[in-house]
């Protein structure tokens, strides 16, 4: 080969030893992962222990939704991503956005809340799209126009409230080349598989913290957060009632439907209207948890896996992605020879 060559095939040699170690990373992740839910006895919500379990079930809406970038649908996670290809990664267009709420689980024996702080998602890529060679959008392009957090469920008037508005559509990002847009994520009704820590709803130290996922701007843990924490709960500064705490964000119904109780308004607000008996009751079993009802969280010694599928699917998903990162080792193996004989000049004649 001529040695001039030499640097061309270095070059082509480190983005395959790049692009192996980078499948044989994503492939220790699917082995970590596959080991952990087949090693993992699945249990049922009427049964289940405190401690490590693994449920198998769908997602349920609990008291909010996400509505998703790309295609505006409803959603408890998301992980949207929007890029262009005109050679100038990093764009201010770029998007890189990923959020989840706390869900509910239900199998064939009841419910189980899920509060999916720090939790490693495994979500199905439901959207793939990218513009056209004349700038078109995707034809299942339908950009958020409204806020990205929704009530988890609507009453009717409400419903035909959201309906019969009209909004501005969201201009499309700009950018010089054709942009692709991406889009996983787990919404209502899909079958899902977690393992996770079970506890007692009462032992959460911050529940509204754990009901939060990624984009919560502020590590559950900052050590800034926690002495502020404690320094206002030495002084008597935190309100242990939550009525006296939020006020009428306290309230099951109030600001997605009628409220169970009467709120405390100017007496120029217009008058809301409560809610009946079985809306009343259908908003606490939504908004209230039971002390000792056991939840599924994340803890120091069990991180919370939720993938989407039944254990079998998500095990045979995982084992795959293990199998392609061993070809990627082989990738970065013979990469690395080819590199070493192109620096030690192996290829000149």
Avoid: K
């Avoid at 995707?138 to 988890?152: E, M, N, Q």
């Avoid at 800034?224 to 709960?233: F, P, Q």
């Avoid at 008058?271 to 969280?297: M, Q, S």
Wanted: aromatic residues 6%; proline residues 8%; hydrophobic residues 45%.
């Amino acid at each position: 080969m001529d040695p001039s060559a030499a640097p061309q095939v270095a070059v082509f040699a480190l983005v395959g030893m790049a692009a192996g170690l980078g499948l044989l990373w994503r492939g220790f992740g699917g082995y970590r992962m596959a080991t952990r839910i087949g090693d993992t006895g699945t249990s049922i919500v009427a049964s289940m222990a405190a401690g490590e379990v693994r449920l198998s079930g769908t997602i349920e809406p609990a008291e909010l939704t996400l509505i998703s970038p790309f295609q505006s649908a409803t959603c408890v996670y998301y992980h949207a991503t929007s890029e262009t290809d005109d050679d100038s990664p990093g764009s201010a267009d770029d998007l890189d956005e990923e959020r989840a709420v706390g869900f509910s689980l239900r199998d064939a024996s009841g419910t189980v809340r899920v509060f999916p702080r720090g939790a490693r998602w495994d979500a199905p890529l439901v959207f793939d799209g990218h513009h056209g060679p004349f700038g078109e959008a995707p034809p299942d392009l339908a950009l958020r126009t409204g806020s990205a957090i929704a009530p988890g469920e609507l009453d009717r008037d409400t419903a035909i409230a959201a309906l019969l508005s009209v909004r501005a559509p969201s201009p499309l990002p700009t950018g010089r080349g054709r942009r692709t847009y991406r889009e996983r994520r787990l919404g209502p009704g899909d079958a899902i598989t977690i393992v996770g820590r079970a506890m007692p709803f009462a032992d959460l130290t911050d529940p509204t913290e754990a009901d939060v996922d990624v984009g919560g701007g502020v590590a559950a843990d900052d050590p800034e957060v926690l002495a502020n924490i404690a320094e206002a709960r030495q002084a008597g500064m935190l309100l242990g009632d939550p009525d006296d705490a939020w006020g009428n964000a306290a309230i099951p119904g109030f600001g997605i439907g009628r409220p169970v109780r009467e709120p405390d308004l100017d007496p120029a607000a217009a008058h809301l209207g409560l809610a009946d008996v079985a809306e009343a009751e259908r908003f606490e079993r939504r908004f209230t948890i039971a002390p000792e009802a056991l939840v599924l969280v994340a803890g120091p010694d069990v991180p919370l896996l939720i993938a989407y599928g039944i254990p079998g699917a998500a095990v045979e998903r995982a084992r795959y992605r293990f199998f392609v990162g061993l070809l990627g080792a082989i990738l970065a193996i013979g990469s690395a020879v080819v590199l070493a004989v192109a620096l030690t000049g192996g290829f000149a004649t």
